[in-house]
């Protein structure tokens, strides 16, 4: 929906995705908008990243079910930038 919007609209549009599993549907997507030159900012959540310390952490055992060692590599072929945000520490 964020490239046909971004398209119809001629606005950058943002789309969120649910961890390794969303980022893996979102492949077809990002073909599309990559090839029709389209800006999408695409945000894709990761497991937490500490067991312990950090607000956050690791707590259920399905978290490290769903931890993509490396996510980004999923669909590597369709963006432009990338960067990890781990922890709210490194937004700054």
């Not at 497991?47 to 707590?59: K, V």
């Amino acid at each position: 929906m964020a490239d046909g919007w971004a398209r119809a609209t001629g606005q950058p549009q943002c789309v969120i995705v649910h961890v390794d599993v969303g980022t893996q549907c979102l492949g077809a997507a990002m073909h599309n908008a990559n090839t029709g030159r389209v800006p999408v900012l695409i945000f894709a959540g990761l497991c937490p990243y500490t067991e312990e310390g950090l607000e956050g952490s690791r707590t259920e055992y399905q978290h490290w079910l769903q931890d993509a060692p490396d996510q980004k590599a999923i669909v590597a072929g369709y963006y432009r930038y990338t960067g990890d945000f781990r922890t709210g520490r490194t937004v700054k």
